[in-house]
């Protein structure tokens, strides 16, 4: 998604529909989207001359300690997924050795059409837009996180337990005690999924 070099100071206070196109308006907030790894765009398969608009970034799940284990990480990877179910944005795979993030296409419900005439205007709004979306996305992925949490502590599972279970220490690393969590994982999230170790990939299976 290249950024367009664009002149701001000419566009401020014009109407879209004489002056700038949504194409330029999108460009020029991607230029002031470039310190971050968030875009604005539409897809191809949107038909018609007023697309949705889309907000496409990488969500980071791992910790930002990098030695810390991928096992006690897995909630907030499925909770992230469960919450990208409601976009049908969910990826198919996810390389747990990665990163890189998770590279998602958000739709926000708003069209081209829906921006202001005023070129400022509807900058600022695909700037919050951009923003917000991936704002809610996170917020969502942390709450259904604390959720799980809340009720693997009724299972006598925390973070700091199963981060002791994936260090194989002494008292921690039954292979009873880990089939537990898992069934746990999968008991409470509807995502279905399998891990190809040999590969440190999470495949996301198909819903039929």
Known sequence: MPDTEVTPTSIWNQPVSASVGG???????????????????????????????FVVSRLEWRDSDPRKPVLPQM?????????????KGVPHEIYLDSNDGIAVYLPTGTRISDLPRNSKEAIRILMALARDT???VLSTMHEVENCFWMAARRKGFSPEIVERMALKEQHYDS?????????ILRKYFSIRFHIQRSESCLYVEEEV
């Open 75 to 87: 909630p907030r990877i499925l909770s992230l997924l469960e919450t990208l179910r409601e976009s």
């Open 134 to 136: 991936v704002a809610n």
């Open 175 to 183: 292979p009873g005690i880990l089939r537990e969590f898992h069934g």
């Open 23 to 53: 194409s330029s308006l999108i460009n020029l907030a991607n230029l002031l989207l470039r310190e971050t790894s968030t875009r604005i765009t539409t897809l191809q398969r949107c038909e018609g001359p007023d697309p949705e608009l």
